[in-house]
């Protein structure tokens, strides 16, 4: 689900570092997850839409573009005040995703 070619990219093959920024990531995951049920749940579009934008550089930064794109997607229906179609499912799918992106982090920083 993850690709780590970005951050080698941008922060070079050090291991150390690597670690220290997706333990960062793995940290901000859970406080992410219910954020964003909280906020659906109380129908705070405008919420929805600000943390997506927060969170989708932290998506793409430890390679996970696929979920990034649904944030993008997120932040996009939120924007447009009219239909919420899809929003339901690209908010269940999130979550669902970043659970497995946790198992798979953890297996990496071992």
């Known amino acids: 689900m993850i690709d780590l070619s970005y951050l080698n990219e941008t922060i070079g093959k050090n291991k150390e570092i690597q670690k220290t920024i997706l333990q960062l990531f793995l940290d901000q995951l859970p406080g992410f997850r219910e954020d964003i049920k909280d906020l659906y749940n109380n129908k705070d579009f405008t919420g929805i839409k600000d943390l997506a934008h927060k969170t989708k550089n932290s998506f793409e930064m430890v390679g996970a573009k696929e979920q ?18 899809g929003l339901p499912e690209l908010i269940k799918r ?17």
């Open 68 to 85: 990034a794109n649904i944030l993008e997607n997120i932040e996009s229906i939120t924007k447009e005040n009219g239909s919420l179609s």
């Open 94 to 110: 999130i979550v669902a995703d970043s659970e497995l992106i946790t198992k798979e982090i953890e297996e990496i920083i071992i």
